[in-house]
């Protein structure tokens, strides 16, 4: 347990929240490159997952895009690229960025795809133009699976972040990498947990926004939904009555 | 022999699907159960097997109590024909209907052999057997689903509105191969349906069940049509209206029945 | 090029290595989520504490994990255990969830014909929620293959050897081949192992080739749509 004690020991050392290289400047460093990142491959991703999702054209190729550029090693693409730019910041934005994409184009094109086509066709139906169809129609109804990429996304962000401290000068990564250098684990767990922290509250706050991203009528529809669930089979045209209680089957 | 005695079935939220049931099912002939929603017409079915256990009053099948019965042994022993065929998607049709004997512990080989039979039996060409349930029509499935519940030759065979999925056409096409198999093989039938013609049908008893799980009647359907019990169960078969008030008029010299609303419903032949 | 002539040995080596690191945490975050997902699935009550005890687990940075690790287990920084538990980790995280869903979608009335014809418990969890189970949790698994593969790589960075240790090298020694090496060899193995999954999964589920099955079966293929929307953590 002493390792924590230095990690602590570490933490509250009154020097490493001051000056250049203080703990709130790598946290803020952090979290900036992260909202940087996320704007501009949510710019790239979330139009062309719509579109997607909305005309069921060029599906195929998004998936094997947003399947293959998973597979593709976080690590190896940073280190690549900073050997190209150098080791400012350009190098770590742009890998950040590409590495972003396949979730948040998954989440558009997963989210747009999940809406009930006799919805879309209702709408149609009624006289909405496709705009207000997407608008009205579409982006709601798939918004809480669309944050939900958002929200893989970005956590993925704020770890690749603290990963592209290897290769440029930001970030709570530094503290690991600089603990790494000196084999001082207080600074290294210390930095880890910064980090940790940092993912959790970030994460907590996408948990709240999804929530309330579920629109109303949605809402209730799956709560009615989970309390049939609960109270036994849901194919009552199976059984007459009353459901049949699970302690019963066996 | 199958016997309900004093038989309630009340479920923890406090729904009664079934309240003091007495019935007997007599062996070699086919009973069926016939209501809407709610009258606990399946669960009444589910207690022969013990899917369902009954929270007072007793079911016995020839004198024995189920309860005292492990249901596992009990249900192998039983066979079951549900609506949508119930069959294992995962397993080839050969293997569906070997299944119980399989469970049972009967070999491998001897189990097939016995299956392709039973797809005589039931008028299924042999070379479905290799094939997996999605790739058989829905009236296949529910011949297969037949099979399967007749293959440890059970005495007691359950059918759970077997044919309430399929067309109409397939229905009835169905339904005259259960005559016929029942004149064959003589199994005591137990038979859940909504459906009141064909209940008349198939049943050499018919159960009519009302809302809440009680019986309204229990004969044969001629005895039913005669004398209702009640006004629920003239209601239900429709004795005093529609298609079973029927009258005889003559076309170019033959007979017709006619219903109520002048719809022919067959010819009179002596 | 000249490097990687010269050095095929190598690179030879580190992919015994990294599969060493990820193959073992792959099949043990199956074996271990598969039990978890079940319960999941049985038990309402432990759904959400077990669901959201994973997307905590998923939320975590992995180098941060990686660090933070051996706080908890006294292993050493270096250790190769240390990195195939932290996968493993990872992985469960991924495929709970997805197992979760999995029993979820196994067709009611299939279980009830199952218990009727008289299967006992153990049996019918056996012989058809498994199986049936199967398809999706194929999906599960072959996100975690993908996404184990690749993380395995970011280990290199504290000093544990796989294929990531070819981006390391790379980059203090500026040699692009030996990176681009790296991310070729990386992503075929993990398009490899991918590969067997999918034909061990036909080998064992031949029903799913017989054509279209019916009714939940559309459910289930919905899964993988949100299993990519949800991305990788890295």
Known sequence: MNLFVDALAWLTDPANWTGAGSIPQRIIEHLWISAVVLVIAAAIALPLGGVIGHTGRGREPAVMVSGGLRALPTLGVLTLFALWLGIGLQAPVIALVILAIPPLLAGAYAGFESVDRRTVDA?????????????????????????????????????TATLAAYVSDFGLGRFIFAGLKTRDYGEMLGGSLLVIILALVVDGGFALTQRLAVPAGVRAARTAENTELRSGPTRPRAVVGRPIIEGNQE | ????????????????????????????????????SGSGKTTLLRMINRMVDPSGGQVLIDGTDVATVDPVRLRRGIGYVMQNSGLLPHRKVIDNVATVPMLRGTKKREAHAHALELLDTVGLDRSLADRYPSQLSGGQQQRVGVARGLAVDPNILLMDEPFGAVDPIVRAELQQELLRLQG?????VVFVTHDIDEAFLLGDQVVIMQQGGKISQAASPAEILAHPADAFVADFVGADRGKRALHLTEVDGRSIVVDADGRPAGVLTS | MNWLWSNLDLVGELIIVHLALSVPAIILSFVVSVPIGWLAHRYRWSRGVLLSLCALLYAIPSLALFIALPAFTGLSLR???????????????????????????????????????????????????????????????????????????????????????????GFQRGIQVEIVTGIVATIALALLLDWLAVLAGRVLMPWTRAGATRGRASRASGSPARLAAQGEGS
């Open chain 3, 79 to 169: 250790s190769p255990v240390n990195l195939v538990i932290a996968l493993t980790l990872y992985g469960i995280a991924v495929i709970v969830r997805t197992a979760a869903d999995a029993f979820d979608a196994v067709e009611r009335d299939v279980l009830q014909s199952a218990t009727a014809v008289g299967y006992s418990a153990t049996g019918r969890f056996w012989g058809v929620e498994l199986p049936l189970a199967g398809p999706v949790l194929l999906s599960g698994l072959r996100v975690v293959i993908v996404s184990t593969v690749s993380l395995a790589t970011v280990g290199a960075v504290i000093g544990v050897q796989s294929l990531g240790s070819l981006f390391t090298d």
């Open chain 1, 123 to 159: 709408a149609r139906a009624v006289g909405m133009r496709e705009v207000q169809i997407v608008g009205k129609v579409e982006l709601p109804l798939s918004l809480p699976i669309v944050v939900g990429g958002i929200r893989s996304a970005t956590l993925q962000i704020i770890a």
């Open chain 2, 184 to 188: 064959e093989l003589g199994k005591t």
């Open chain 2, 1 to 36: 022999m199958i016997e309900f005695r004093g038989v309630t079935k009340q479920f923890p939220d406090g729904t009664v699907a079934v309240r003091d049931v007495d019935i007997v099912i007599p062996p070699h002939k086919t009973t069926v159960f016939v209501g809407s």
